[in-house]
Every structure is written in C-alpha cells, then in structure tokens.
T-cell receptor, first 110, second 113 residues
Framework: DAKTTQPPSMDCAEGRAANLPCNHS???????VYWYRQIHSQGPQYIIH???NNETNEMASLIITEDRKSSTLILPHATLRDTAVYYC???????????FGTGTRLTIIP | DGGITQSPKYLFRKEGQNVTLSCEQN?????MYWYRQDPGQGLRLIYY???????QKGDIAEGYSVSREKKESFPLTVTSAQKNPTAFYLC????????????FGNGTRLTVT
C-alpha cells in the first residue's frame, strides 16, 4: 500500500468547515482513499472513501485531486463532537496489508 | 446487528504470563486484522488474515501469535516474549477484495505489571 502524509494537528472553529488534507503521492491506479476517525479510547470509525471522483455522504465530503496524489476531507459544519484523530489510508482491494499513519488530531474550538 | 466484538474491554496481567484477546465478527468478512496503539500514537499492524487457516505477519509481530480456525474468530495471544505488552489493541475486519471499509471493534486495553 502507498503511504500517506497528514499534518499532525489542526484546529477549527465550531460551525465552520474543517478541511483535512492528505498526501498520497505514490498512490496506484487501483487504490482507494479511505478516511477514518478515532475518538479517544474507541475503535476507529469509517467516514468515507473514493477512487477518483469526489464523494459526499451524511458525514463528510471527499475531494480527490485529478492526479490523485492528494485528497481533502471536508466536515462542512464542524461540531465539538468532531474532535478526534482523523486517519487517511489508501487501499487496493486484494492487497490487504493495511497500514495506518499517525493521523491528524482535529480540535474543534467553541 | 452485525459487528465486531472484542472482549474484554480491560485486561490486567502479571509480567511473564501469556494472555489471549478475543475478536469475533458476524459480518461474514474474509479478512481480519490486529492493530496495536500506544498513547498518542497511530495504529500499528500486528497480524492479519485474509482467509481461514492462513495469516501473515504485520509490522510488529514479534511477541504475538494468532490463529484463524474459524472465519468469524481471530484471537490474538500476547506472549511473555513481548517486551512492552501494555497497549490498546484493536481488531478489524473487511471483505476481501471488495474495496469496502474496515470495521473496527472497540478495543481491549491490556495492562501488564
């Protein structure tokens, strides 16, 4: 699997959009981009994933650049409950050694 | 509801003892994983299994062992050879090759004194 790079921490004001970047410059053509978040002492929670098109669900939007070398997770209206560590990973179905980086610690400020 | 169950949530052991952490899933997933997480750190892969009766070492397999005798179960044994066993252990599963998300359990916090 390709490796990902994320900033170690970010702050965002409550009610504003939180934009979390992820660099995956060595991504392969068949690898998906996945985002998870982890609230303290719980298992990571799946947020969203995509291959090359932008994706949106009830939790977030995922914007993937045209060259697929980076992506941005957008939480449109951040709340205090969005404070967590956010992980970006890449994965190809069938290549199942899945590794995580250290993620981005997002703090939502009241 | 389908999901992954890890038990127990908290586990205490004396140094030198082996301990087995349970992970069960009823999602009919082929692949299962064990990760270790230390305070303030990311997840590190210990072992993974893509099919029954087969498993592969992850990045930090030393001092750990696993078995995959049934599709729904992937127990992890922390042996006395693991030098720093105190950590938060997470189990996950996913459908093989489908490009779907990992599903995680809620973890077991192991403390060895």
């Amino acid at each position: 699997d390709a490796k990902t790079t994320q900033p170690p921490s970010m702050d965002c004001a409550e009610g504003r959009a939180a934009n979390l970047p992820c660099n995956h410059s060595t991504i392969s053509g068949n690898e998906y981009v996945y985002w998870y978040r982890q609230i303290h002492s719980q298992g990571p929670q799946y947020i969203i994933h995509g291959l090359k098109n932008n994706e949106t669900n009830e939790m977030a939007s995922l914007i993937i650049t045209e060259d697929r070398k980076s992506s941005t997770l957008i939480l449109p209206h951040a709340t205090l409950r969005d404070t967590a560590v956010y992980y970006c990973i890449v994965r190809a179905g069938g290549n199942e050694k899945l590794t995580f980086g250290t993620g981005t610690r997002l703090t939502i400020i009241p | 509801d389908g999901g992954i169950t890890q038990s127990p949530k908290y586990l205490f052991r004396k140094e030198g003892q082996n301990v087995t952490l349970s992970c069960e899933q009823n999602l009919n997933h082929d692949a299962m994983y064990w990760y270790r997480q230390d305070p303030g750190q990311g997840l590190r892969l210990i072992y993974y299994s893509q099919i029954v009766n087969d498993f592969q070492k992850g990045d930090i397999a030393e001092g750990y062992s696993v078995s995959r005798e049934k599709k729904e179960s992937f127990p992890l044994t922390v042996t006395s050879a693991q030098k720093n066993p105190t950590a938060f252990y997470l189990c996950a599963s996913t459908q093989q090759g489908a490009g779907g998300p990992l599903h995680f359990g809620n973890g077991t916090r192991l403390t060895v004194t």
